[in-house]
């Protein structure tokens, strides 16, 4: 079983959808979680950083994060094309040692059509 | 905003030749990171350094080699290229935080074809 896990779509919806997606994870000390966005050909960009349980918002982003079922969340409300790109999560323990390197799911590919 | 620069968005080498790709970061970032991205494959992380002079392995080293001679710069080197390493290759950095995470910035990677 990998630590994390993530569907790698693609995921297709119409604009305006809201649009979630998901990642699962086994390592129970991950308590600092990340959305990234990666459009093609291009690096992937911090959307969303969170520390624990619980939900953090940012214009129509949504991040949530449930430590009890190890299941880590990213919403997007009123999708649009420009939406359409790689989702990836990661996470980390934190501390030394290196567990502060984050594991990251395979990323997620979702296209919004107009 | 964060800035990670790697120096060349598309390199194309040959096999057997010493390859250096080049990242650069503006904001005083304490730790810096180099992965390869592959389809179906997602990031692995190559090498990683926490301070200037030091580095690490990561999870695929074999066949690359690392400096960090200055704090901003972070190079990786490709000893004797092989097709099996063309790849997307993406830089990162990130603050060394107190006991904590702090999140990575990448650049916007360096797409490397061996022929």
């Known amino acids: 079983q990998k630590e994390v896990e993530q569907d790698p779509g693609p995921l297709s919806v119409p604009e305006g959808a809201i649009v979630s997606l998901n990642c699962t994870y086994s390592n129970s000390a991950f308590q600092y979680f990340m959305w990234y966005r990666q459009y093609s050909r291009k690096g992937p960009e911090l959307l969303m950083y969170?520390?624990?349980?619980g939900n953090k918002e940012d214009g129509r982003f949504t991040a949530q994060v449930d430590k009890s079922s190890k299941y880590i969340s990213l919403f997007i409300r009123d999708s649009q094309p420009s939406d359409s790109a790689t989702y990836l999560c990661?996470?980390?323990?934190?501390?030394?040692?290196?567990?502060?390197?984050?594991?990251f799911g395979r990323g997620t590919s979702l296209i919004v059509h107009p | 905003d964060v800035k990670v620069t790697q120096s060349s968005r598309y390199l194309v080498k040959r096999t057997g030749e010493k390859v250096f790709l080049e990242c650069v970061q503006d904001?005083?970032?304490?730790?810096m990171f180099w992965y390869r991205q592959d389809p179906g494959l997602g990031l692995r992380l190559i090498y990683f350094?926490?301070?200037?002079?030091?580095?690490e392995k990561g999870d695929i080293p074999e066949g690359y080699s690392v400096s960090r001679e200055k704090k901003e710069r972070f190079s990786l080197i490709l000893e004797s290229a092989s097709t099996n390493q063309t790849s997307m290759y993406l830089c990162?950095?990130?603050?060394?935080?107190?006991?904590?995470?702090?999140?990575?910035?990448f650049g916007d990677g360096t797409r490397l074809s061996i022929l």
């Open positions: 990661a996470m980390s323990a934190g501390g030394a040692g290196g567990s502060y390197i984050p594991t």
């Open positions: 969170t520390y624990s349980s």
């Open positions: 350094s926490y301070d200037v002079k030091m580095k």
């Open positions: 990162a950095s990130s603050f060394l935080g107190q006991g904590g995470s702090q999140p990575q910035h």
């Open positions: 904001m005083d970032h304490e730790n």
